[in-house]
């Protein structure tokens, strides 16, 4: 069991993780000459993706029937370049073999669907997360583990993760319904979420901080990500004017085109044509906008659902996390109006045709 540290960056999904991992990756070999560690996957990818995937391929007690098939699957995709790794044990014995860099003492894996664990199958989430610990005590040592993640607003967290799926996963899912949804996942209650880490991870050091207190800047979030964990004092002058920046990522549509696709529901025949009309419109939205004085932030959630996070955010005990009050601006948006701009209407029809 080695002395080295761990960092385990857990999420929470739609907190800048992308762009952290893309910076991590982009910047590994620069790192590694200061001691830190991006742990190794496979086929290049930026993040630990097939962790979770291997996570949920390992668990048993499942209710779904297919569950874990679906989740091999896309381990085995992850790995179609690696003809000698065929069992689940070959993934777990590659993800211990590659945690671990002689030449440095802290080691970081970054995956925000980690924070997802268990979100489809509730009954297995601890048994999930004692899996993962299993594997990690026999590298680290329990206490030299920093479980870390940043929270964001609640009522921008669903915002934000709503605007996603119906960008990327073609999901139309009117608002109410998907909080609705998101609400019985337990996917609103950082508390439980956090108590049930650190349940299995009793000696690790929890760190958690505020999305935007901490990681929204003018510097680059993964420069914010390493000043968070307090790593920029170690990284070496010559590293840092070698590191590059990637552009930010996974740009948020509009929430009037986000509006627009949930009410009139256009036609998906072709999920990779339907993402490029998607990407044209959000382009043509924000300059129509201003041509016609229209220059407010929007969201789609109304007054109903604000009124409801609110309520689930008294109850989420996050004080003992010394995160009292989450930082939001959502007060500061309009909703979306009941009718839409008929400029943007008849835009988004021509392209949506």
């Known amino acids: 069991m080695t002395e080295n540290k761990l960092i385990l960056h857990i999420g929470q999904t739609k907190t800048g993780t ?3 991992q893309s910076f991590l990756h982009a910047n590994q070999k620069q790192l590694e000459l200061s001691g830190i560690y991006y742990a190794q996957r496979p086929n290049s990818w930026t993040s630990h993706r097939y962790l ?3 996570i949920n391929s390992s668990v048993d007690n499942v209710a779904e029937a297919n569950f874990r098939e679906r989740h091999a699957l896309r381990l085995r995709e992850s790995w179609k370049n690696y ?8 993934y777990w014995d590659f993800f211990k073999k590659n945690l671990v860099n002689d030449s440095c003492d802290i080691s970081i894996v970054s995956e925000e669907l980690l924070w997802e664990l268990g979100k489809f199958e509730h009954l297995a989430k601890k048994n999930m997360i004692q899996l993962l610990a299993n594997h990690l005590h026999q590298i680290f040592k329990p206490k030299n583990i920093t479980i870390v993640a940043a929270l964001r607003h609640h009522s921008e967290w669903l915002e934000s993760w709503h605007n996603q799926m119906v960008k990327d996963q073609g999901n139309q899912m009117n608002i109410l319904p998907f909080f609705e949804q ?10 439980n979420n956090l108590n049930d880490w650190l349940y299995i991870f009793p000696e690790a050091n929890l760190k958690v ?11 680059p979030i993964g420069i914010m990500f390493l000043e968070i964990l307090g790593l920029l004092d170690k990284i070496e002058r010559k590293s840092f004017k070698l590191m590059t920046y990637p552009e930010r990522m996974q740009e948020a549509i509009h929430p009037m085109l986000q509006a627009y696709i949930i009410r009139k529901k256009p036609n998906i025949d072709n999920i990779k044509q339907y993402k490029q009309k998607i990407r044209i419109a959000n382009k043509m939205t924000q300059p129509i906008l201003m041509y016609n004085g229209i220059d407010h932030p929007y969201t ?18 996050i004080e003992h996390l010394n995160l009292p009050l989450l930082s939001s601006n ?24």
């Open 83 to 90: 003809t000698e790794i065929k069992t689940i044990d070959d």
């Open 52 to 54: 979770f995937h291997l």
């Open 300 to 317: 789609v959630l109304n007054k109903n659902i604000l009124e409801k996070c609110e309520e689930i955010i008294k109850l989420d005990n």
């Open 18 to 20: 992308t762009s952290i």
């Open 182 to 191: 998101e609400q019985a996942y337990g996917s609103l209650d950082y508390s």
């Open 209 to 219: 901080v505020d999305f935007k207190k901490s990681l929204i800047s003018s510097r």
């Open 330 to 353: 959502i007060k500061n948006k309009k909703t979306i109006p009941r009718l839409l701009p008929h400029q943007i209407v008849e835009s988004f029809d021509k392209v949506f045709k």
